[in-house]
């Protein structure tokens, strides 16, 4: 809208102006509330309202001061002002025009900050959910680990990490092989090896297998499909898989957990041959995970010991 007014403009031609343009800023502002966005883009709109707000109110007192426009007259008690019609009728603007905005203004800034302190308790509340929630599995995850761990020093032992990647299993055997000089496998190796017992004892074995979902015993399709997925992807492995592999490698597996006793597979008294992994309830998010082991070095049982 233009800034320059003829000199001649009547007042309350202005005045109504304005009642227009502030009705019309505040359906634009309305609309802008109604959006969708996120709390940066909601931090903008508030920003941009109040700054329309602001610009407004100052432009129409410049108008009003360049027009020299003096306040009118104050009409009589109870009384509100009028204006004459062409035809000599008397109107009353004021009463059929909205109101000024300025108090709904006033409304609709204190609706803003309400609102922001209900969206602030909100994502305080969920921040607070969040923090629990992660103290309490770290808390799990403390606690398995103090276990684990107290349960390897009384063996002269240590947990040894691996990736948390879906071959844990495979990895943490191999490195218990390398270890105890029984010989180095790739993955892969490891994999197929397990697989190629499972399909070879399909009916031994399949008895102790079910569907995840829905507990059944796998049907022929799906002990095929099982046996795939551990060849060729990255799905975990479990007793099945340790039983598996201790049979094919010839080597016991014993298997430490925090919850209960460790549990060995295969012939437990070849103990030159026995891989030692620990198993993992709360270690990741993700679920299950296997570690490997290995012997506290020498040098450090000997400073614990001068300690």
């Known amino acids: 809208m233009s800034d320059s007014l003829p000199e001649t403009a009547d007042r309350e031609e202005v005045m109504s102006r304005h009642r227009r343009e502030k009705k019309e800023l505040q359906c634009k502002i309305q609309s802008m509330k109604k959006m969708k966005v996120d709390k940066k883009k909601k931090k903008e709109i508030q920003e941009e309202i109040a700054n329309l707000e602001q610009e407004i109110e100052q432009r129409h007192a410049d108008e009003l001061i360049r027009l020299n426009l003096s306040d009118p007259p104050e009409p009589p008690t109870n009384t509100p002002p009028s204006t004459t019609t062409t035809n000599g009728e008397e109107a009353n603007e004021e009463s059929s025009s909205p109101p000024v ?36 599995k770290s808390s799990a995850r403390v606690l398995e680990n103090n276990r684990i761990n ?123 041959r026995k891989l030692v992994l620990t198993y993992h309830r ?17 040098q450090s049982v000997a400073e614990g010991n001068e300690d």
């Open 101 to 136: 905005e300025k108090p709904d203004s006033r409304l609709s800034k204190a609706q803003r900050r309400r609102d922001k302190k209900a969206q602030d308790n909100r994502e305080r509340e969920e921040a607070i959910k969040q923090e629990a929630a992660l103290l309490q």
């Open 150 to 272: 107290g349960l390897l020093l009384k063996r002269g032992m240590l947990s040894q990490a691996v990736p948390a990647d879906g071959d844990c299993l495979y990895t943490a055997i191999n490195h218990q092989l390398v270890q105890r000089g029984i010989g180095s496998y790739s993955v892969p190796e490891l994999r197929r090896m397990a697989a190629d017992y499972i399909e070879a004892n399909r009916d031994t074995l399949i008895c102790y297998m079910s569907h995840p979902d829905t507990g059944d015993m796998l049907s022929e399709a799906e002990f095929d499909k099982y046996c795939h997925q551990i060849r060729a992807t990255k799905t975990w492995g479990g007793e099945i898989e340790i039983k598996a592999l201790s049979s094919s490698l010839k080597c016991p597996i014993e298997v430490i957990q925090a919850e209960g006793p460790a549990t060995v597979h295969g012939d437990g008294d070849r103990g030159e």
């Open 282 to 298: 709360h270690m990741y998010r993700l679920g299950e995970h296997y570690n490997s082991t290995k012997p506290i070095p020498v």
